[in-house]
């Protein structure tokens, strides 16, 4: 089934480069690569590749222009059902299971969560697999996937490497970093623990609040990231967050060093991005 973008992803990829940006000379091919996707989907693959390739030579407001709009094609690509012509190339592809295989063995053998197969698959029903049945996957097992935050731009960035080089967008969206006076860190660091509905001790008073208290501001996630790529800095994370409008918080500097994240974007990272993951935050 072929996707009809929106009329903002239809601007002209001149657009997203800043004006002494070297790297205008790709932008007719993208523009052309944006109208190709955007009526088949032969066209989403390419458009992946190389506009993630001219987002890593962006400055960052350049780059948060370019991979909003590529996002929706990225989403369609690591958190759709679609089989996309050419997807191998992203590392995506098709498992066909195998007797005695669970959804916990098929995603520890592509170092995925679990819940990314209820994302890449239509009517995913862990209790209803079935020997020969195809599942599309993502193959992240030999480290390819990575996170990154820009702070200058709150936006965060899961990519995977690529095995003709370069690195192809996964995820690309908005959050809430630390105050003024609660910086979130800077550093390169990894994802030490993933938990769902994590308990929460208030910053504060040092109270704390179960899973289900309403008071619990995470959001049902939690993920821990090493302290020791982040100057020492304890208690830093990627989470979920309830405790305000998002309007008040969301692209903005508030929380005490954590990354806050919509529900909906939350859900995404936690079930792409393992224990390991590394993490690199500008």
Not at 16 to 25: C, I, K, M, T, V
């Amino acid at each position: 089934m072929l996707h009809r973008a929106s009329p903002a992803l239809a601007l002209c990829a001149i657009a997203f480069l800043a004006p002494s940006s070297p790297a205008q000379a790709p932008a007719p091919r993208l523009d052309a690569l944006f109208a190709e996707a955007q009526n088949d989907a032969a066209g989403v693959v390419p458009l992946l590749v190389e506009g993630s390739r001219l987002l890593a030579t962006l400055q960052p407001d350049a780059a948060r222009r370019l991979g909003d709009t590529l996002e929706p094609f990225a989403r369609r690509a690591f958190f759709g059902p679609e089989i996309l012509p050419g997807m191998e190339r992203l590392g995506l592809g098709q498992h066909t299971i195998a007797k005695g295989e669970t959804p916990t063995s098929i995603a520890a053998r592509y170092d995925i969560g679990t819940g990314l197969l209820a994302y890449l698959n239509r009517g995913f029903d862990e209790r209803r697999l079935r020997v020969g049945q195809k599942l599309k996957v993502l193959d992240v097992s030999r480290g390819e996937l990575e996170l990154g935050v820009e702070r200058s731009t709150f936006r965060l960035m899961a990519s995977r490497q690529l095995a003709e080089g370069g690195r192809v967008l996964v995820l690309f969206t908005p959050v809430g970093l630390g105050a003024a006076d609660s910086p979130t860190p800077t550093g390169q660091t990894r994802v030490t623990k993933r938990v769902l509905q994590p308990q929460w001790t208030d910053p504060d008073t040092r109270q704390v609040f179960p899973p289900a208290d309403p008071r619990n501001v995470l959001g049902g996630y939690w993920m821990a990231l090493d302290p020791e790529g982040l100057g020492g800095r304890r208690g830093i994370g990627i989470h979920g967050y309830t405790g305000a409008p998002s309007d008040d918080w969301l692209s903005k500097p508030g929380s005490h060093g954590c990354i806050r994240m919509l529900q909906r974007d939350v859900d995404r990272v936690y079930h792409l991005a393992t224990e390991g993951t590394v993490v690199e935050i500008r």
